[in-house]
């Protein structure tokens, strides 16, 4: 049966050209209306998600056509579209920006998804020149649709129009715009600085709700992108595959998780969270998950928590199965060095170190092939790996979206497997199954 519903991407031309904060402001100002929102964000982003949770309440959902198969992404926006009155998917980089060209990029995923896009053009230092910009955009892939135009950062009325007539003359609708203002400036997101608790982000969202309700025609946004959906039967869940305690590090230093992996980890039996800021002790389970985030922050505390470490590392040291990614590998190593050379003991586990000390970043999609095993996932960190005497490595082979090889690794010790690599399996469970069948440990 189809259903008709309100559903669009709002993409760029470029990073920083005001995606998320109008991504937000949308969001919140379609929740205010009473709407059932859900967002998704495209690409293996981590902090837009936890923010678009909190201007709307519903969690984000993750659509990456790199780390998951076409008819994987397809039947997750199916499903939670569904469960909503409107969808916004909010893109990644400039629309068609991928991996590989295209591939991953939020054109790829409107394509897929038949999704008009509302293009986030920054006009701080723009006028009629933006008709150029636009009619490429509109022209450069017959099979997208670009169903309107929202501008950044116009502060008067005779700006606006000259880039309404801009849109006129290539034949894209204009839906509005949002001027410069300091006070929904969204704080730094690189260094974990928009994700404290400190920020009161309901705020926020609520000065750019109300800024986008007065400049952007939000009624004539919810038709132009109103499109129909296939109205499924929603089936049982799955049954459950065990009945295992799974332990999730969650709190302000840990909380990189995709909402899909959690939901695999759900079908495994019964998910128990836990705070290694500020709990005593780890939590009885059969399966430890040490997501990343940003331990780098919070190192003085971690490491004032020694109660958690020692709980943590002996654990791990009676062969407790266990995975670390990222951040959860920085908190099981030796210690961590901060930007001022201090070192924080950490749970002294692993036979390694990391640093902050001369931050780099590294950045890139993984493929990881492991026997006859091939996940997907990502790289992101600024820190540095110090392999100590006695680090073991997994016979795992990494390569970037392009298939070259990259310096990165999958440490082992006892039943831990650690990695700077974020995988995802919301699209195939058997990285998880091995895990729990003990299939990769060599003790």
Not at 311 to 317: A, D, N, Q, T
Not at 353 to 371: C, D, Q, V, W
């Amino acid at each position: 049966m189809m259903h008709p519903k309100p559903q669009f991407l709002i993409a760029a031309p470029s990073s920083d050209s005001g995606k998320t904060t109008i991504t937000l402001g949308l969001l919140k100002a379609f929740a205010n209306r009473r709407l059932k929102v859900q967002p998704f964000k495209c690409g293996p982003d981590y902090i837009d998600p936890l923010l678009h949770q909190k201007a709307c309440g519903a969690p984000s959902i993750n659509l990456d056509t790199f780390m998951a198969g076409s008819k994987h992404v397809t039947t997750i926006y199916n499903r939670y579209l569904q469960q909503s009155d409107i969808g916004i998917v909010e893109g990644v980089m400039g629309l068609f920006d991928g991996a590989d060209k295209m591939k991953g990029s939020s054109a790829e995923i409107a394509i897929l998804l038949g999704l008009p896009v509302i293009l986030v053009i920054n006009a701080r230092a723009m006028a009629y020149s933006a008709a150029a910009l636009i009619y490429g955009f509109k022209n450069f892939n017959p099979e997208l649709k670009i169903a309107g135009i929202i501008f950044n950062n116009v502060n008067t009325i005779s700006h606006y129009n000259i880039l309404e007539d801009a849109c006129k003359d290539v034949e894209v609708e204009v839906l509005g715009y949002l001027p410069t203002q300091q006070d929904i400036k969204i704080p730094s997101r690189h260094l974990g600085l928009s994700i404290a608790s400190d920020i009161n982000f309901d705020e926020l969202c609520n000065k750019i709700a109300i800024s986008i309700s007065e400049t952007v025609d939000l009624d004539r946004l919810l038709q132009l992108s109103t499109r129909n959906t296939i109205q499924e039967v929603v089936g049982t869940k799955s049954p459950k595959k065990g009945n295992y305690t799974i332990a999730i590090a969650l709190d302000d230093a840990f909380r990189f998780t995709y909402h899909e992996n959690l939901e695999v980890l759900k079908q495994f039996g019964e998910i128990v969270f836990f705070s290694p800021l500020t709990d005593a002790a780890l939590p009885a389970c059969d399966l430890l998950y040490l997501a990343g985030g940003y331990p780098e922050l919070f190192v003085e505390q971690l490491g004032q928590n020694t109660t958690m470490l020692k709980s943590v590392r002996e654990y791990c040291l009676n062969n407790g199965k266990t995975y670390a990614e990222c951040g959860g590998m920085m908190y099981l190593g030796q210690y961590i060095i901060d930007r001022q050379g201090n070192q924080f003991e950490m749970a002294g586990f692993l036979p390694l170190a990391t640093s902050m000390e001369k931050p780099a970043l590294h950045l890139g999609y993984r493929s990881l092939f492991i026997n006859d095993l091939n996940i997907k996932g990502h790289e992101f960190h600024y820190s540095a790996c110090i392999e100590l005497n006695g680090i073991e490595k997994l016979n795992c082979n990494i390569y970037n979206a392009k298939g070259v090889d990259v310096p990165s690794n999958m440490y082992l010790k006892n039943r831990t497997l650690a990695s700077y690599n974020h995988l995802y399996w919301g699209d195939e469970q058997t990285f998880i199954e091995k895990l729990l069948q003990d299939s990769f440990y060599i003790n």
